[in-house]
């Protein structure tokens, strides 16, 4: 498979385990500006990113939610996720199976578009020992390096979503990389320049020193909508970076709220 399939069919990283690390806090980025911008936090996320110029490698967007209390019948299911898939122009390569017992019911779509956008789509209903019926929606999106645009992908997923009566939850993590092998200062001044890029203030991070120099900082951008607490603090915006010495490249992950996938 190509390194590009890797990267789209799930990004598959190095390992996560953290030998040696230590937390920090660090001064707060200046920000550019007060005012609120009108734009996604896809697009705020990828004009963070574009400001390293990095290059980019792949993108991944997942959105969760679920509806209480209404019950769907199998066929109903199959529609959501062909719905989905259809918004996306991704239903005439989708495949579905299912599965079925007495109190539940998974129906999972997956779609692939010529090594360029993988689509997962998992539709669940459960009835809890009590008898109420709750209904669980999924959507994984993998797009490649093609797809600089991620506004209208954000918003027809959330669209969808609310047009269903389900809740929404999100993460988006734009992968990328640079061709030289970063010490972990440079590696901070990076992803420095992309929280900087959205207005952002770094909350905290993490470095580690011996194995594969890793470092990854989270920060706070008043542009950034989707955000959570973590420790009493606010955040919605997370970058990392790792040398990837048989690739002979930097990786860098970004992320909103947090970063999603395995780096």
Request: charged share 20%; net charge negative.
């Given at each position: 498979?190509?390194?590009?399939?890797?990267?789209?069919?799930?990004?598959?990283?190095?390992?996560?385990?953290?030998?040696?690390?230590?937390?920090?806090?660090?001064?707060?980025?200046?920000?550019?500006?007060?005012e609120q911008k009108n734009k996604t936090d896809g697009q705020v996320l990828m004009e963070a990113f574009t400001a390293t110029q990095g290059d980019l490698a792949g993108t991944n967007?997942?959105?969760?939610?679920q509806i209480e209390n209404k019950e769907y019948s199998q066929e109903h299911m199959e529609k959501v996720a062909i719905d989905v898939a259809t918004q996306l122009e991704m239903d005439q390569q989708a495949d579905?199976?299912?599965?079925?017992d007495k109190d539940y019911t998974q129906v999972r779509l997956t779609s692939l578009l010529e090594d360029?956008?993988?689509?997962?789509?998992?539709?669940?209903?459960?009835?809890?020992?009590?008898?109420?019926?709750?209904?669980?929606?999924?959507?994984?999106?993998s797009l490649g390096k093609e797809y600089q645009n991620l506004d209208g992908f954000e918003s027809n997923i959330k669209n969808h979503?609310?047009?269903?009566?389900?809740?929404?939850?999100?993460?988006?993590?734009?992968?990328?990389?640079?061709?030289?092998?970063?010490?972990?200062?440079?590696?901070?001044?990076?992803?420095?320049i992309s929280f900087e890029k959205a207005?952002?203030?770094?909350?905290?991070?993490?470095?580690?020193?011996?194995?594969?120099?890793?470092?990854s900082l989270t920060g706070y951008s008043p542009k950034i909508k989707n955000s959570l607490q973590i420790g009493g603090q606010q955040v919605n915006i997370n970058g990392a970076m790792r040398y990837n010495e048989e690739e002979g490249k930097t990786y860098f992950w970004l992320g909103v709220p947090l970063i999603a996938t395995e780096y």
């Open positions: 498979m190509k390194k590009q399939s890797r990267w789209i069919i799930g990004f598959a990283m190095t390992s996560m385990l953290l030998f040696s690390f230590f937390l920090f806090t660090t001064d707060k980025v200046p920000a550019q500006s007060d967007m997942n959105f969760w939610g579905i199976q299912t599965q079925q360029k956008m993988l689509l997962t789509v998992i539709v669940e209903s459960m009835k809890n020992q009590e008898g109420h019926i709750n209904t669980y929606l999924v959507v994984d999106l979503f609310n047009d269903l009566g389900f809740t929404c939850e999100n993460t988006m993590t734009i992968i990328g990389t640079f061709s030289e092998k970063m010490n972990r200062n440079k590696m901070k001044d990076t992803i420095g207005d952002g203030e770094i909350v905290e991070g993490i470095e580690e020193a011996e194995y594969n120099e890793m470092v």
